[in-house]
């Protein structure tokens, strides 16, 4: 089942897409020509004008030559840490990566020493977050962060296990997203068809990361190393 209108509901609900996108065809208004491969759905780059536009989206027409936006406003949404493409990762079913990632920033119980910590309020349970999507669990995840910064942490939990946010080498925290990427893509046939029909595309995100952010947070590229697996398992 395509769940894509469910998440562009979340968005709307959210305030950052308060409005209908006025669509425009053909792309008149883009800067310059790119030509685009005809083999793909047209649509993956058609210009877009919202004037409602947040200021952290890049939009499908700002796409380069053989690059296409993994764009919250149509089908490749489903790729999007936000979408809510629920999967079963060691034994727990979390609603979407965006759950599984912002969870492990709070406490596991109460002898976890982020429960411990004097002065802190933790707004939701760790499992309440898991079961989280989109701006709900990204909000719940800045929430979280806040508290680490009084902490004076920088680890994240899984399993009991303590290990770096943003390490400067991909270490256990990359590996635990990559793991939970392949379960949603696994579990989730429609976000398998959807990855698989981008091709040989190079995939972009649709919003504005920070310099140098870790391996873990370029999803695209997960995504990408993901579809090049799943092709040569095809072969």
Do not use: C
């Not at 209108?5 to 979340?10: A, R």
């Not at 020493?113 to 719940?140: C, D, H, I, S």
């Amino acid at each position: 089942m395509n769940q894509l209108p469910i998440f562009l509901m979340l968005l709307t609900l959210s305030g950052h897409h308060r409005q209908p996108p006025i669509t425009l065809q053909p792309a008149t208004l883009l800067a310059q020509q790119i030509t685009r491969d005809p083999r793909y759905p047209a649509h993956w780059w058609t210009a877009v004008i919202d004037p409602k536009k947040p200021d952290w989206e890049i939009l499908p027409q700002e796409a380069g030559p053989g690059e296409v936006i993994l764009s919250k406003r149509n089908e490749l949404g489903l790729l999007s840490n936000f979408a809510p493409t629920p999967f079963v990762f060691h034994g727990q079913r979390y609603a979407s990566l965006e759950g599984f990632w912002q969870m492990m920033k709070y406490p596991e119980g109460p002898n976890d020493p982020r429960a411990k910590f004097a002065g802190l309020e933790w707004k939701y349970t760790r499992e309440q977050v898991a079961q989280m999507v989109a701006f709900e669990a990204n909000q719940a995840g800045a929430l979280a962060s806040a508290n680490m910064e009084k902490m004076g942490i920088t680890w994240v939990s899984f399993e009991g296990k303590h290990f770096e946010y943003k390490p400067a080498v991909p270490g256990e925290h990359y590996k635990l997203i990559v793991a939970a990427t392949w379960e949603k893509v696994k579990q989730n046939p429609e976000v398998k068809k959807v990855l698989l029909s981008t091709g040989d595309l190079i995939l972009k995100p649709d919003h504005h990361q920070e310099p140098n952010a870790p391996a873990a947070w370029r999803y695209f590229e997960i995504l990408a190393q993901i579809r090049t697996e799943l092709q040569n398992r095809s072969r």
